[in-house]
């Protein structure tokens, strides 16, 4: 696995332990919400500038892309 590689991987266990500590949810909810809704390719396409920014504009983005998500699957 190349540095890059694995600084998304490491960028993306990040925000699943975050994601899981903001919303008080098992690890298990975290990957089935961010399965359901694409978030894991989501974070990794946009590594570069997500990953320089603080916790909370990540998990407001998570959350914002989710919604839009939502929307498009309705």
Do not use: P
Not at 30 to 41: A, C, K, S, T
Request: a negative charge.
């Amino acid at each position: 696995m190349d540095k890059k590689t694995q600084d998304i991987a490491y960028f993306i266990s990040f925000c699943i332990e975050q994601y899981k500590n903001e919303k008080k949810k098992t690890g298990a909810e975290v990957m089935r919400r961010f399965d359901e809704y694409g978030i894991l390719d989501f974070l990794a396409m946009n590594y570069e500038v997500l990953h320089t920014q603080n916790r909370q504009w990540i998990m407001e983005e998570i959350d914002n892309f989710i919604e839009a998500r939502k929307e498009e699957m309705s």
